[in-house]
């Protein structure tokens, strides 16, 4: 933070200066045990209940891309990071705000998209706000979602929680999703028929926890992709990890594209994936559960805890030397979540 | 995926890493003179693989971190002028020059575009009739060619309000530079695979020749440096030393005509100054007197500033090979790539970033 007195779009993008601006801004100043979790959602308890709680929003540019759209992407985004502490997801807010002029047929598209999400997946939109702000001093349709779910008594699912010999799972093929939406900006347009993965994770997550209550950590690699969320996990759990990179499935589109503009896929944001730590002995079984699941078919075992209190992510490179894995730094991919 | 798996097949590699280690008795010193060469080597782990039988060394392949900052700090006050579009490639827009950067002054307000062709400079130009645009033209033999494509469709055109900023590098002079200062002692060169396809081999036969420096002109998967370090080493066992295409997918022996034409038209040879090095005779290009007008130089007066270094960034002696990235004080503590102090941690291609980023032991 020392180094800058403006907000930059790096500060927004998942990696180093992300974590930086919560170390060293919001976590002292909002100071509480619950925060302090850094989880996907807030584990709250009231009167024997166990609620999560989570907050998000969403600025995506283009509005429509291939697979989804701003309101789909706000309905899964809010369930996902429910999802990811093990909570059913049970209601949500939808606060909306838009610019002036914006077409109101575009906007009932959007509505309706999260309405098909929320209809699918059983969470209720139960209250809502809007807000229009003149022309220029907003791009189009911002989107900003609460939900809260209940999670189970005897489930403790926290990117805290990650063990030695933990095998870390990942649920699909990674970087769909920014490189759908890249596919359709201004200035990289190329031709594609990548899809997003942009989809409502709970439903595996609950086939999951059937299937094993071992699952240590859950987390969708969103902003800062795959590399983001392993660095996340090894610094909360304080653990050291090692990745296979021959074992990370990528699609042949989502390569070619990396290639092309130099990204690494392991820093694409995905918005339909996530990642598993699960107990040596159930992962197996878990990972058979998964692939049962349509949006766990290409799911895979990429790594695993290896020791404890050395806090890092090794990637085992394809000629088979190690490297350590880092934050991505800067902002790769502004808005594309 | 075609055409990339073949090059990545980690059995392949894990071979030719093992025929390496035995083929080798004495521990060798290799240059690569090619940022992405360099980002190859770091991020799948060659060099610490090999790093018991083979030093491999980064040389000046960075356009970016040789582009002197009395060249940044003119490149600065242009934009700064009134009714001017200065278009550039990303990379350039954090290199920080004496007091400014691009990235810096296009918060305060100056016209700096980034663009992803130089075809995108002529456009801008097109469309705006009432500025002056100028593309700032960095880049070695790869990019040249493509500058050179546009300068000539300008004259076309008979755009009177573009212009370029011409900072053109040459590779092998650079290599002649590197060999007459004897500052490191190098058994071989892995020459860079895109420049290599538009000049082609021949260029680097003084090498062989003169010096008697084996050279292997490589592709950039770990397989193409993989083998290109047995290449070299197979000479170096024979005593030999030849100039051999490792990158024969995409490089010949007279390389890319079409391109080399239009540069001998565009462009002619004049002296540059290299960061770290000084001024290298006959390694940069400028503008032929048919395309005169398009020089930026020409038509602006600038005021050429001095030029200067940070006094404890080493980005110079990292660029002639004779330190690395982690010999620095500054490197990972005050210069990271959200605050690069010296040229080399700000390009994705430059070795301190690719250290950064892939090769470093610790957070």
Not at chain 1, 113 to 125: K, L
Not at chain 1, 200 to 208: D, K
């Amino acid at each position: 933070m020392k180094d800058h007195d403006k907000v930059l779009l790096a500060h927004g993008g998942g990696g180093e200066l992300s974590y930086r601006l919560i170390k060293d801004l919001l976590l002292p100043a909002f100071d509480n045990p619950v925060l302090k979790e850094l989880d996907d959602a807030a584990r709250l308890s009231s009167k024997n209940k166990r609620l999560a709680f989570s907050t998000d929003s969403y600025v995506v540019k283009p509005l429509f891309f291939p697979g989804g759209d701003i309101g789909k992407l706000a309905v899964c985004g809010t369930i996902n990071d429910l999802a990811m502490v093990g909570a059913e997801p049970l209601y949500m807010s939808a606060s909306l705000i838009i610019e002036e002029g914006f077409s109101l047929n575009t906007l009932k598209k959007v509505i309706n998209s999260m309405e098909r999400v929320a209809r699918q997946t059983g969470i209720e939109i139960v209250t809502g706000d809007t807000k229009v702000v003149e022309r220029g001093s907003l791009d189009r349709l911002f989107i900003n979602t609460a939900g809260i779910g209940s999670i189970d008594a005897d489930l403790d699912i926290s990117g805290n929680n990650a063990r030695v010999g933990d095998r870390i799972v990942i649920s699909g093929t990674i970087g769909d999703h920014g490189i759908a939406v890249l596919s359709q900006r201004e200035g990289f347009q190329f031709e594609s028929k990548l899809m997003s993965d942009c989809a409502p994770l709970n439903n595996l997550v609950s086939r999951m926890v059937k299937e094993s209550n071992n699952i240590h950590v859950l987390r969708d690699p969103t902003r800062g992709g795959v590399a983001a969320v392993l660095n996340e996990i090894a610094f909360q759990s304080e653990m050291e990890m090692l990745i296979e990179e021959k074992a990370i499935p990528v699609k042949d589109e989502v390569r070619a594209a990396c290639e092309m503009l130099g990204l690494d896929p392991l820093h694409v944001p995905n918005e339909g994936r996530l990642i598993a730590f699960v107990a040596e002995k159930d992962a197996h079984s878990v990972l058979e559960a998964m692939r049962d699941d349509p949006l766990g078919k290409d799911a895979a075992i990429i790594g695993e805890v290896i020791g404890r209190n050395r806090p890092r992510v090794l990637l085992e490179t394809l000629i088979g030397a190690r490297r350590i894995l880092f934050l991505p730094r800067g902002e790769l991919l502004p808005r594309i979540c | 995926m075609r055409f990339l798996d073949e090059f990545r097949d980690s059995r392949l590699a894990q071979a030719l890493a093992d025929k390496i280690q035995t083929l080798n008795s004495k521990k060798l010193n290799f240059m690569e003179v090619c940022g992405t060469h360099t980002v190859t080597i770091i991020k799948s782990g060659i060099k610490e693989l090999l790093k018991d039988k083979i030093n491999l060394i980064s040389g000046p392949g960075c356009p970016v971190c040789v582009t002197s900052t009395q060249d940044v700090d003119k490149a600065i006050s242009i934009a700064k002028m009134d009714g001017v579009i200065l278009a550039t490639f990303g990379d350039m827009l954090k290199v920080p020059g004496r007091l400014s950067s691009l990235e810096k002054e296009r918060a305060k307000g100056s016209d700096i575009r980034v663009i992803y062709s130089s075809l995108d400079a002529v456009d801008i130009a097109r469309k705006n009739p009432h500025k002056k645009v100028i593309l700032l033209a960095i880049g070695f033999e790869t990019t040249a060619p493509t500058i050179a494509f546009s300068v000539s469709l300008a004259l076309r055109m008979q755009l009177s309000n573009f212009f370029i900023l011409c900072l053109h590098k040459l590779i092998p002079p650079a290599m002649k530079a590197l060999l007459d200062m004897g500052e490191v002692n190098l058994h071989g060169f892995i020459c860079p695979g895109h420049v290599s396809t538009i000049i082609g081999s021949n260029p680097y036969r003084f090498i062989t020749q003169d010096y008697r420096i084996p050279c292997v002109i490589t592709g950039f998967e770990p397989t193409d440096v993989l083998q290109a370090i047995l290449m070299l080493l197979s000479q170096e066992k024979d005593g030999e030393s030849q100039v051999m295409i490792q990158y024969k997918r995409g490089v010949s022996e007279e390389g890319n005509p079409v391109a080399l034409d239009l540069m001998d038209e565009v462009f002619e040879r004049c002296d540059a100054n290299w960061r770290g090095i000084g001024i290298i005779p006959g390694s940069g290009l400028g503008l032929t007197h048919k395309y005169k007008k398009f020089d930026v130089d020409d038509f602006f007066d600038i005021l050429e500033g001095e030029d200067y270094e940070h006094p404890d960034c080493i980005c110079g002696q990292i660029l002639r090979g004779i330190k690395e990235p982690s010999d620095c004080k500054l490197f990972g503590r005050s210069c990271h790539p959200d605050h690069p102090i010296g040229p080399c941690m700000v390009s994705l291609e430059g070795s301190c970033a690719a250290y950064y980023y892939y090769g470093r032991k610790e957070r």
